[in-house]
C-alpha cells in the first residue's frame, strides 16, 4: 500500500550518477608548471627534446637556466 508515510517503496531503475567529487580521485598535481602557446613548427622538434630529456632527468633546472641565458 503506498500512502503519503510509506517510505518502503522502491524508487524506479534510474541510471546511477558518476559525477562529483569523490576521495582520491581525478589526476594527482604536478610538480612543475605548463603553459599552452603556439610555436614555430621549425622549433617543435628542439621543443620535444627538451621535454623528454628534462622528464628522464638528463637536463635539470640549471642547465635550462644557463640554455635561457645563451638564447637572452
Do not use: C, F
Amino acid at each position: 500500500m503506498n500512502t503519503a508515510k510509506d517510505t518502503t517503496r522502491e524508487l524506479p531503475n534510474l541510471p546511477k550518477k558518476h559525477g562529483g567529487w569523490r576521495e582520491g580521485g581525478g589526476r594527482p598535481k604536478a610538480d612543475y608548471e605548463t603553459k599552452a602557446m603556439r610555436v614555430d613548427v621549425r622549433l617543435i622538434e628542439l621543443i620535444e627534446t627538451l621535454k623528454t630529456k628534462l622528464k628522464s632527468g638528463e637536463i635539470d633546472e640549471k642547465t635550462i637556466e644557463t640554455l635561457t641565458e645563451l638564447v637572452a
